[in-house]
């Protein structure tokens, strides 16, 4: 078995926990774990580390992302001794949530409600060269060709046409749908 195959099979294993931080250092949390996690390797069972955010249109007509939880990290881990250490040692970190010393991991429904996928969008069928039409954010209701999939963070890359001339938007899975 490939060090591949073992981690996909500890990621389904894994389950979402609530870390409290400071409020104001959610992403300096986030980008330290992910951090450890690159700098340990695969000794520690750490697989995604999530700051909830909301669009939000303002006043101005522009898209900003909103904290929906300020001072929560929501981290996909097992709990061991050492992942748990690690996480709850980490700079801007208070604890985890939970009774005690104890983490309580989410609910399958809690981690629908807020947003964060419990599945990658492997099953999006869209392809470079499709046509696509963007549904949210600020080039909603426009079509765009997809020149760029990146099937492991849920992005892509397509020109739009704007005033005669294209222009390069990074997009998620979740604002486009296929023509």
Partial sequence: MTTEELKDIKEKEAKWYVVHTYSGHENKVKANIEKLVVNRGNDIDIFEVVVPTVKEETETGKIKERQLFPGYVLVKMIITDISWYLVRNTRGVTGFVG???KPVPLS???VE????SAKPYNDVD???????TIIDGAFKDLTAKVIEVSQENGKL????????R????ELDFSDVIKN
Avoid: M, Q, R, W
């Fill in 157 to 164: 890359k397509a020109f739009v046409s704007l005033f005669g």
């Fill in 126 to 132: 869209i392809h470079e060269g499709d046509s696509i």
């Fill in 166 to 169: 294209d222009t390069l938007a």
């Fill in 113 to 116: 409600a807020l947003g964060v």
């Fill in 99 to 101: 009774s005690g010393n």
């Fill in 108 to 110: 399958e429904k809690e």
